[in-house]
């Protein structure tokens, strides 16, 4: 309707056959007349539906051509031979004339289509005419209509008739230009009242389209009758004969209603029709079928094919038509079957009379939600695909409502177990469609047996004769298989009272447990009306106009497809969370518990402690969604760990429902303890977009869902119509949802063709909105300061900071919510209410449009260009699916050379379209190029940078899809995604505007470098797009796909030189010519998971280069083993992933090297010098073990080690930059490293001592609460030796109530301690501060992870912020020395930072001086307070063994044991440790009273038992007696409870027995029997010391026995060094000796131990 004014001629087609024979009519009329035609008819009711159609030859259509007119028509072509101009521009004086000259070519319009409809009768046998009219000669009533409707009115035509009704029906065929003269030809005189249909809505308009042609047509010719007019059909609702009848009806009506609506119930403005009961149009003979399958599953495919088998191959005539889900694969649809002896005219469903004679459901989870008997004939056959064939079976598993409708219709029931059977023939279990088919085809005998059989097999050819053989013979195996599978069932007559059971009342909600949200209102009206196939019936009052709904829909479809759902193994997990990450549906979430959660936890739920001292006092579970999984398997493939395997789903169901239920509502979200800009601590954010329609397995959903969780609390989404706006934006099914602050993506749909305007002008709303709260702010505080308005000091506060930070959105969000409590209660004057009317833009929003490639690289590219250029902050998500997948995966620019796809069935013989390249012209817009299964820290870090990019951004993301018929299926996303950036057919790259000009690649980075061309032909052979050509065209294949891959490695190529600085693209250019390469150089080489490996190494690099060194940096996987000779020093930085294993980014450089190991020269590096930092967690068993296995690789082919290999260690407080900062100096060292620039650099942050009278100083915090803490109190300190004792130890107790903290046993308390004022004083003197300054302190250049205060006391930044009293690294010697004036001074600081100087250097460490002590020990260093905050960490928690257990004291009492830290320095200084000295000199709560502190909880590295039946042998050496009396708590507690405890043995190690804490307790535990053994090893109580080894040998018998023969797990805690080592060998010892076990066996069976967390080791 919308082209009507456009000068086109309209022709309709009502059906199939017309859209053949009238697409002819269209042509020729079209030349003969000189005027555009459009030929248009109904979408899913015509182009939709299968039919019988007898097409016209060619040779026959050529008959009628008229040539001259197309001679003419090629003449009228623009050609220089014969030039002429088109299209110019026309002033006043000549358009309207020329616009008329063109209105004779209109009027002859009408007479030439008639004539050429006229001689396509001829040629066919089919007339036509402009207006048709069917029914009675002298019909009082008539109704003019026209597309597939028509069909429906001449049946309803013929039933009125045969009840004696004067009715009929006028067809329009030609809508433009409408006739005037043939429609009053074919309209009866007698006719008084007509009701015209439009298919259309046209709001404002007096009349619809045809009502006003038809009233026009009438008055012009003058003649007077009753016109009505009204809609139908919109949407493709259902127009049936009963709809028709109402329209009839109202015309019988004295005064009938006008502007009338048909086939819904308008309750709001009253215009809908009475419907009455369903009228029964069909034709004697004709066969009616409904299948209820779901979507991929093939049943549609099947039903097409079985429709074209009985239409072509039989003498009935047949139609299909399908309805599908709004959803993508995976949704239900419902395919109508219609077979019979004469021609069909019901161009609607399936209805109730005279119902279907075969209803068949594909899949058990539609048994509880559709009411699929409703249309079912009695007697007819109803056959249900599962796994059930008893009927007492099935009395538990069909409900009650279902098993009475079967007996109610006494229809015949049959079952199979679809999915079993294509399994067992090899075919994937969701592809039934071959059983099912060959079920419909034996039960309903349309064909003969044999027929059957041949015509099936002959549509597998044509249907799958493009993919494999294999596929081909699965699928008639599937055939053959069908029927020797088939059930009957003899229900019993009982069904017809059947009432639900306990298990058969489940299945109508499985998913229901006591855990379970309830459903909001619009959920339970529109998803359930929707997912029921009940919405039709919804009046209109439950709509609100416009289409605005919430979000939120899908968390309570519950749509159970899977077959198989994953299964989380937590002892196997390494909690990277990296299955949550790639999981399409967001049915794989990763969930921290604290206490008392895990005490409310379902039975059997599983959970382990998490890891991370970010996470201390939590437990760390993966729970997985039963009934949302859609079984892809997608996070299997991706787990490092093997810790997830696939299980039935209904074991899943049964078992982890309630787990996950408990988990999404009753698990608080804990998504403030990790950076949610990393790969793991993204998915500890909810994901505000869950459980979407889209296939399983997609691959353009993770990004999506990755994207909210890293921003979704403040997207606005512009989305393209496409594969991610049908399963984003599904009428009351949406994905997205809030978070529980009630924010969440806002999420829109445009055309196809505008979404970046569309998402630009959204963006520049936006702007405007916030540039105005930002001027209504300041307008606001200007008249606070005036004095004209009075506000809320903490408001005007607040406010003030806001605009400080007012581009920082996550300092926005911090502020938001506290700014709008206060401006509530504040009075509403113009100046504050002007504030709360833009409140919503307090955080600017984060604009993204997304769409897929047919968008962005076809029909969207303008717009997209555009939005490119203007320099908006705005960002692009490109989902490229290489081709238009939601339509059926038409070609594409995006589409691969040598691909087949739809409209390039013979290959794309062109080459895909650069999007990034053109993008990166632009020079101002952020571009990235990511893979996300390839590289997930790559992508979070590009969606990172993107979002923080101020101007405009592109993301082009690899999206896997179902339509490539990758032969793995569904869960090939990661190996897909892999192996494309692997072999080179994908690029990882990002390219950073903010870094241009800046960085020696001008802000371009090339992710991944080594391409692999043995992975590009596996990835190819992989996909059917690629194969499919291969097998039907060889040569003409091997010509393209060897054409993409040259292609994709010329573009390799560029990248690569573009990533390269000058001096490295100058040698490798000298490399490609032959050249020799000079010059030292250091190669760094990182293997990463996370991106920390990777950040270590570029700062090495950096330094380097920052030195006049050449450096280069490249992971492990870029590099060729064969190259590593050229290098003449290599630093490697490794991180361990997993038990051992190697990091992503190495995995394929180990592959390579393993091989290469084995018959490599021994001297291939002898010309090299390497060393090799790892980076790792002393948790696990196999600590560093990556990085050792390379560091003993380089060494065995002859390499100089210049470096023992670091161990970093996560364990340290500081992590890996514990032992980084030690190991750095000393390799630079070693290499012969120019020294650094001696130069300052600029402090990241501006200091300014502010005066009194500063507005800014009323800011200054009166206490400082380190990120991370919680407030806790120290109730009780009392010793634990004899007063006078030569070691101080003591017992603390700590009231946590009201914190929030909880502990498990194992876990550490770390507290936050306070520098001495000695300290302090000694730090303040120096810089020339008395303390009470008060310090503004704002980020220049800040890579804090946590902002330091903006304004502090000077005493309380040096009391309790930085770590003044801690022993300071070499680094900050050096910016002793560059500070220095003094000549001595600066001699010696040089001095002690060179290699020379090492030992004096390892002097002042041994004589342990501080930060402030070498600050005043050199005064000539005048340093600035900015540079300290660069040089001097933060005051680290400091962490100590919990001694309690929490189920025995309660969850807010918390005890320590501690040993106060003492030594004596080299100088014989008495010295103590910072936190001890502050614990025992500066707390007194005996005094004081509680006094409060901060602290946090840290989980440990240990694992406990499952079960208190597990034995527990004890090693503990002084205070690591600490953790040991928390085990023993809680065995008492345990046994106090009823429980069943195994065995405790302790062996405690001590200088004599005053240091033996608690050990009255332990006595009375040992009494008790909660402790079975103790013993100690009191090395000074006899002549000879004895040690806790020695006691571990003499008792080796009952090491064994609790170890080895009743499965015990062993823990040790206490100081590191020999002793661990020592006590693995006697645990080694005691298993040989007791158990004539070999010492392999007995080795193996500790580090199996090991493993699976039965021996643990806390060391320091």
């Given at each position: 309707m919308a082209v009507r004014s456009t000068g086109c001629a309209l022709l309709n087609a009502h059906n199939p056959q017309e859209v053949m024979d009238l697409g002819l009519v269209a042509h020729l009329a079209s030349l003969r007349s000189s005027v555009p035609f459009v030929h248009f008819f109904d979408g899913t009711r015509t182009s939709g539906v299968i039919e019988c159609v007898k097409p016209i030859p060619y040779t026959t259509m050529k008959s009628i051509v008229p040539w001259e007119e197309l001679d003419a028509f090629r003449q009228r072509g623009l050609n220089p031979q014969h030039p002429i101009m088109r299209g110019m521009g026309q002033d006043p004086q000549i358009y309207y004339q020329s616009a008329v000259s063109a209105n004779k070519y209109y009027d002859a319009v009408p007479a030439i289509v008639q004539d050429v409809m006229d001689q396509v009768a001829v040629i066919t046998g089919r007339q036509y005419k402009l207006f048709e009219y069917y029914g009675a000669p002298d019909a009082d009533r008539a109704v003019v209509i026209m597309g597939s409707a028509a069909k429906t009115a001449e049946e309803t035509v013929d039933y009125l008739r045969a009840k004696g009704e004067k009715v009929g029906v006028l067809k329009v065929r030609l809508f433009r230009p409408f006739s005037?003269?043939?429609?009053?030809?074919?309209?009866?005189?007698?006719?008084?009242?007509?009701?015209?249909?439009?298919?259309?809505?046209?709001?404002?308009?007096?009349?619809?389209?045809?009502?006003?042609?038809?009233?026009?047509?009438?008055?012009?010719?003058?003649?007077?009758?009753?016109?009505?007019?009204?809609?139908?059909?919109?949407?493709?609702?259902?127009?049936?004969?009963?709809?028709?009848?109402?329209?009839?009806?109202?015309?019988?009506?004295?005064?009938?209603?006008?502007?009338?609506?048909?086939?819904?119930?308008?309750?709001?403005?009253?215009?809908?029709?009475?419907?009455?009961?369903?009228?029964?149009?069909?034709?004697?003979?004709?066969?009616?079928?409904?299948?209820?399958?779901?979507?991929?599953?093939?049943?549609?495919?099947?039903?097409?094919?079985?429709?074209?088998?009985?239409?072509?191959?039989?003498?009935?005539?047949?139609?299909?038509?399908?309805?599908?889900?709004?959803?993508?694969?995976?949704?239900?649809?419902?395919?109508?079957?219609?077979?019979?002896?004469?021609?069909?005219?019901?161009?609607?469903?399936?209805?109730?009379?005279?119902?279907?004679?075969?209803?068949?459901?594909?899949?058990?989870?539609?048994?509880?939600?559709?009411?699929?008997?409703?249309?079912?004939?009695?007697?007819?056959?109803?056959?249900?695909?599962?796994?059930?064939?008893?009927?007492?079976?099935?009395?538990?598993?069909?409900?009650?409502?279902?098993?009475?409708?079967?007996?109610?219709?006494?229809?015949?029931?049959?079952?199979?177990?679809?999915?079993?059977?294509?399994?067992?023939?090899?075919?994937?279990?969701?592809?039934?469609?071959?059983?099912?088919?060959?079920?419909?085809?034996?039960?309903?005998?349309?064909?003969?047996?044999?027929?059957?059989?041949?015509?099936?097999?002959?549509?597998?050819?044509?249907?799958?004769?493009?993919?494999?053989?294999?596929?081909?013979?699965?699928?008639?195996?599937?055939?053959?298989?069908?029927?020797?599978?088939?059930?009957?069932?003899?229900?019993?007559?009982?069904?017809?009272?059947?009432?639900?059971?306990?298990?058969?009342?489940?299945?109508?909600?499985?998913?229901?447990?006591?855990?379970?949200?309830?459903?909001?209102?619009?959920?339970?009206?529109?998803?359930?009306?929707?997912?029921?196939?009940?919405?039709?019936?919804?009046?209109?009052?439950?709509?609100?106009?416009?289409?605005?709904?919430?979000?939120?829909?899908?968390?309570?479809?519950?749509?159970?497809?899977?077959?198989?759902?994953?299964?989380?193994?937590?002892?196997?997990?390494?909690?990277?969370?990296?299955?949550?990450?790639?999981?399409?549906?967001?049915?794989?979430?990763?969930?921290?518990?604290?206490?008392?959660?895990?005490?409310?936890?379902?039975?059997?739920?599983?959970?382990?402690?998490?890891?991370?001292?970010?996470?201390?006092?939590?437990?760390?579970?993966?729970?997985?969604?039963?009934?949302?999984?859609?079984?892809?398997?997608?996070?299997?493939?991706?787990?490092?760990?093997?810790?997830?395997?696939?299980?039935?789903?209904?074991?899943?169901?049964?078992?982890?429902?309630?787990?996950?239920?408990?988990?999404?509502?009753?698990?608080?979200?804990?998504?403030?303890?990790?950076?949610?800009?990393?790969?793991?601590?993204?998915?500890?954010?909810?994901?505000?977009?869950?459980?979407?329609?889209?296939?399983?397995?997609?691959?353009?959903?993770?990004?999506?869902?990755?994207?909210?969780?890293?921003?979704?609390?403040?997207?606005?989404?512009?989305?393209?119509?496409?594969?991610?706006?049908?399963?984003?934006?599904?009428?009351?099914?949406?994905?997205f949802k809030k978070n529980r602050h009630g924010q969440g993506p806002a999420w829109a749909r445009s055309l196809f063709e505008d979404t970046a305007e569309y998402g630009l002008g959204m963006a520049l709303g936006s702007q405007q909105r916030r540039e105005r709260l930002i001027e209504d702010v300041k307008e606001l505080i200007e008249e606070v300061d005036s004095g004209s308005l009075v506000v809320s000091g903490e408001l005007q506060v607040l406010l003030q900071r806001w605009l400080d930070v007012v581009d920082d959105a996550d300092k926005c969000s911090v502020l938001q919510p506290e700014i709008k409590r206060l401006l509530a209660a504040e009075s509403d004057g113009p100046e504050v209410q002007a504030v709360k009317r833009g409140s919503d833009m307090f955080v600017a929003p984060s604009h993204w449009i997304i769409g897929g490639d047919g968008w962005a690289y076809d029909i969207g590219f303008g717009g997209l260009d555009h939005v490119l250029a203007t320099g908006q902050n705005i960002n692009i998500l490109v989902l490229d699916t290489e081709g238009y997948s939601n339509t059926g995966a038409q070609v594409s620019k995006a589409t691969p050379q040598g691909a087949t796809m739809k409209m390039a069935a013979g290959g794309q013989k062109s080459k895909k379209k650069d999007l990034?390249?053109?993008?990166?012209?632009?020079?101002?817009?952020?571009?990235?190029?990511?893979?996300?299964?390839?590289?997930?820290?790559?992508?979070?870090?590009?969606?990172?940078?993107?979002?923080?990019?101020?101007?405009?951004?592109?993301?082009?993301?690899?999206?896997?899809?179902?339509?490539?018929?990758?032969?793995?299926?569904?869960?090939?996303?990661?190996?897909?995604?892999?192996?494309?950036?692997?072999?080179?057919?994908?690029?990882?790259?990002?390219?950073?505007?903010?870094?241009?000009?800046?960085?020696?690649?001008?802000?371009?980075?090339?992710?991944?470098?080594?391409?692999?061309?043995?992975?590009?032909?596996?990835?190819?052979?992989?996909?059917?797009?690629?194969?499919?050509?291969?097998?039907?065209?060889?040569?003409?294949?091997?010509?393209?796909?060897?054409?993409?891959?040259?292609?994709?490695?010329?573009?390799?190529?560029?990248?690569?030189?573009?990533?390269?600085?000058?001096?490295?693209?100058?040698?490798?250019?000298?490399?490609?010519?032959?050249?020799?390469?000079?010059?030292?150089?250091?190669?760094?080489?990182?293997?990463?998971?996370?991106?920390?490996?990777?950040?270590?190494?570029?700062?090495?690099?950096?330094?380097?280069?920052?030195?006049?060194?050449?450096?280069?940096?490249?992971?492990?996987?870029?590099?060729?083993?064969?190259?590593?000779?050229?290098?003449?020093?290599?630093?490697?930085?490794?991180?361990?992933?997993?038990?051992?294993?190697?990091?992503?980014?190495?995995?394929?450089?180990?592959?390579?090297?393993?091989?290469?190991?084995?018959?490599?020269?021994?001297?291939?590096?002898?010309?090299?010098?390497?060393?090799?930092?790892?980076?790792?967690?002393?948790?696990?068993?196999?600590?560093?073990?990556?990085?050792?296995?390379?560091?003993?690789?380089?060494?065995?082919?002859?390499?100089?080690?210049?470096?023992?290999?670091?161990?970093?260690?996560?364990?340290?407080?500081?992590?890996?930059?514990?032992?980084?900062?030690?190991?750095?100096?000393?390799?630079?060292?070693?290499?012969?490293?120019?020294?650094?620039?001696?130069?300052?650099?600029?402090?990241?942050?501006?200091?300014?001592?502010?005066?009194?009278?500063?507005?800014?100083?009323?800011?200054?915090?009166?206490?400082?609460?380190?990120?991370?803490?919680?407030?806790?109190?120290?109730?009780?300190?009392?010793?634990?030796?004899?007063?006078?004792?030569?070691?101080?130890?003591?017992?603390?107790?700590?009231?946590?109530?009201?914190?929030?903290?909880?502990?498990?046993?194992?876990?550490?308390?770390?507290?936050?301690?306070?520098?001495?004022?000695?300290?302090?004083?000694?730090?303040?003197?120096?810089?020339?501060?008395?303390?009470d300054e008060v310090l503004n302190i704002q980020p220049i250049d800040s890579n804090r992870s946590v902002p330091l205060p903006e304004v502090i006391p000077a005493r309380m930044l040096f009391t309790e912020v930085l770590d003044i009293a801690g022993w300071p690294k070499r680094r900050y010697y050096e910016m002793l020395k560059l500070s220095a004036t003094d000549p001595k001074e600066k001699e010696e600081l040089q001095h002690l930072c060179t290699k020379e100087g090492k030992a004096d250097y390892q002097a002042y460490t041994a004589e342990s001086y501080t930060y402030a002590e070498l600050l005043q020990k050199f005064p000539s260093a005048k340093v600035s307070i900015g540079n300290l905050l660069d040089y001097v960490p933060d005051i680290k928690p400091r962490l100590y063994s919990i001694a309690s257990s929490s189920r025995m004291r309660g969850d807010d009492e918390c005890h320590l044991c501690i040993i106060k830290n003492e030594w004596t320095a080299t100088s014989g200084r008495e010295l103590v440790g910072l936190s001890t000295r502050w614990l025992s000199d500066d707390l007194h709560p005996g005094n004081e009273g509680p006094i409060p502190l901060r602290a946090c909880v840290h989980p440990s590295a240990v694992t406990m038992p499952e079960t208190h039946k597990t034995p527990i042998v004890m090693v503990a050496l002084g205070t690591g007696i600490a953790p040991m009396r928390a085990f023993i708590e809680e065995r008492a507690a345990a046994k106090k409870d009823g429980e069943e405890c195994g065995d405790m043995a302790l062996f405690f190690g001590a200088r004599n027995r005053q240091e033996y804490s608690y050990e009255a307790e332990f006595d009375q535990y040992q009494k008790d029997g909660v402790l079975q053994n103790i013993v100690l090893a009191l090395s000074r109580e006899q002549k000879e010391k004895i040690y806790v080894t020695h006691r571990l040998k003499q008792e080796k018998q009952l090491v064994f026995d609790l170890i080895h023969e009743k499965h015990g797990n062993l823990y040790l805690c206490g100081p590191g060094g020999n002793v661990p080592p020592q006590v693995r060998q006697a645990v080694v010892d005691a298993i040989k000796d007791c158990g004539g076990h070999t010492e392999e066996y007995a080795e193996k069976y500790v580090q199996e131990m090991q493993i699976n967390g039965r021996y643990n080791v806390e060391a320091w």
């Open positions: 005037t003269e043939h429609f009053l030809a074919e309209l009866p005189e007698s006719v008084k009242a007509i009701a015209v249909l439009d298919r259309t809505k046209e709001d404002l308009a007096p009349s619809l389209p045809m009502h006003a042609d038809v009233l026009t047509a009438l008055s012009e010719a003058g003649v007077y009758k009753t016109v009505v007019g009204g809609n139908y059909g919109l949407g493709s609702k259902e127009f049936a004969p009963k709809h028709c009848k109402a329209v009839f009806d109202n015309l019988l009506e004295k005064v009938p209603r006008n502007r009338y609506t048909v086939g819904i119930n308008d309750d709001v403005t009253h215009t809908s029709l009475p419907v009455g009961p369903t009228i029964n149009c069909i034709d004697e003979g004709m066969t009616q079928a409904i299948f209820f399958g779901l979507g991929s599953d093939g049943t549609v495919g099947a039903n097409k094919a079985a429709a074209a088998i009985i239409g072509e191959r039989t003498e009935f005539y047949s139609q299909g038509h399908f309805n599908y889900s709004s959803q993508k694969a995976g949704a239900s649809t419902v395919s109508h079957l219609r077979f019979g002896p004469k021609p069909i005219r019901s161009e609607y469903e399936i209805e109730d009379s005279p119902g279907a004679d075969y209803v068949a459901c594909h899949h058990t989870s539609f048994l509880p939600k559709f009411d699929m008997l409703s249309k079912a004939r009695e007697g007819g056959v109803f056959v249900v695909n599962c796994p059930w064939n008893t009927v007492e079976t099935l009395e538990n598993e069909f409900p009650a409502k279902l098993r009475r409708a079967i007996a109610e219709k006494k229809v015949d029931l049959y079952t199979i177990d679809a999915h079993a059977v294509a399994t067992s023939v090899g075919l994937p279990a969701k592809r039934i469609n071959q059983v099912m088919q060959a079920t419909f085809f034996n039960l309903s005998n349309i064909l003969p047996p044999e027929d059957a059989k041949a015509q099936l097999e002959a549509a597998i050819d044509r249907m799958y004769g493009k993919k494999s053989p294999d596929i081909v013979r699965s699928n008639k195996a599937a055939l053959a298989a069908a029927a020797e599978n088939l059930n009957k069932i003899d229900y019993p007559a009982s069904w017809l009272t059947a009432e639900d059971n306990e298990k058969s009342a489940k299945v109508a909600n499985p998913s229901a447990t006591k855990y379970s949200a309830p459903l909001d209102e619009f959920s339970s009206t529109f998803l359930k009306g929707i997912d029921s196939r009940t919405a039709d019936a919804l009046p209109v009052s439950a709509f609100k106009p416009g289409g605005e709904t919430p979000i939120g829909q899908s968390a309570f479809q519950k749509r159970a497809l899977a077959e198989e759902v994953p299964v989380w193994i937590p002892d196997k997990c390494t909690q990277c969370n990296l299955c949550s990450v790639v999981c399409p549906h967001a049915v794989v979430r990763p969930f921290l518990l604290d206490k008392k959660e895990m005490e409310t936890a379902p039975a059997g739920y599983n959970a382990r402690k998490a890891k991370g001292g970010e996470l201390g006092g939590l437990n760390y579970t993966i729970q997985l969604a039963p009934f949302d999984c859609t079984g892809c398997a997608v996070c299997v493939e991706m787990c490092p760990d093997d810790a997830l395997v696939m299980e039935p789903q209904k074991y899943s169901q049964d078992t982890f429902n309630e787990h996950w239920e408990f988990s999404l509502n009753h698990v608080s979200i804990k998504d403030n303890l990790m950076d949610k800009n990393t790969v793991k601590g993204s998915q500890f954010q909810d994901p505000l977009m869950e459980f979407s329609g889209a296939c399983s397995g997609c691959g353009e959903t993770p990004y999506v869902k990755l994207l909210t969780q890293m921003f979704g609390d403040r997207m606005v989404i512009a989305n393209s119509s496409g594969c991610s706006s049908v399963w984003g934006g599904s009428y009351g099914l949406s994905p990034g390249a053109i993008a990166m012209m632009h020079e101002n817009a952020y571009v990235a190029s990511v893979s996300l299964a390839a590289d997930v820290n790559q992508t979070v870090r590009a969606f990172k940078e993107a979002e923080a990019w101020n101007g405009p951004s592109i993301i082009i993301a690899y999206a896997t899809c179902v339509d490539w018929g990758h032969r793995h299926g569904d869960k090939a996303m990661v190996l897909q995604q892999v192996q494309a950036v692997e072999s080179g057919y994908w690029p990882l790259y990002r390219y950073n505007p903010a870094d241009a000009g800046k960085t020696e690649s001008n802000g371009f980075e090339l992710d991944h470098k080594r391409v692999d061309e043995k992975t590009m032909e596996s990835f190819v052979q992989n996909e059917n797009r690629f194969t499919s050509l291969q097998r039907s065209s060889p040569e003409h294949a091997k010509m393209l796909q060897d054409g993409m891959k040259q292609t994709f490695n010329a573009r390799h190529e560029q990248r690569k030189r573009r990533a390269m600085g000058d001096e490295d693209l100058l040698e490798y250019l000298k490399k490609q010519m032959g050249e020799q390469v000079t010059g030292e150089r250091v190669t760094v080489l990182y293997g990463t998971d996370t991106g920390n490996a990777e950040m270590v190494a570029k700062n090495f690099q950096f330094e380097m280069k920052r030195r006049g060194m050449k450096a280069k940096c490249l992971s492990l996987n870029d590099v060729s083993i064969g190259d590593l000779a050229e290098e003449s020093k290599i630093l490697a930085i490794v991180a361990t992933a997993g038990q051992g294993e190697m990091p992503k980014s190495a995995v394929k450089f180990w592959q390579d090297m393993e091989t290469f190991l084995e018959t490599a020269p021994a001297d291939f590096l002898k010309d090299t010098k390497f060393a090799v930092f790892g980076m790792g967690d002393s948790s696990y068993v196999f600590f560093n073990e990556a990085a050792r296995k390379i560091d003993e690789a380089f060494e065995k082919l002859g390499g100089e080690r210049v470096m023992q290999m670091g161990m970093g260690d996560d364990q340290h407080p500081a992590r890996f930059d514990t032992e980084l900062e030690e190991w750095s100096p000393d390799y630079y060292d070693n290499i012969e490293a120019p020294e650094p620039p001696q130069e300052l650099s600029p402090p990241s942050h501006l200091v300014e001592i502010l005066s009194p009278e500063d507005a800014k100083a009323s800011k200054v915090i009166t206490s400082y609460e380190p990120a991370g803490s919680k407030a806790v109190k120290m109730s009780v300190k009392r010793s634990t030796v004899p007063e006078g004792y030569e070691r101080a130890i003591d017992h603390f107790e700590f009231d946590l109530t009201g914190s929030g903290l909880s502990y498990d046993q194992g876990d550490s308390l770390g507290l936050w301690p306070s520098n001495s004022k000695e300290q302090v004083d000694i730090c303040l003197k120096a810089l020339g501060l008395n303390g």
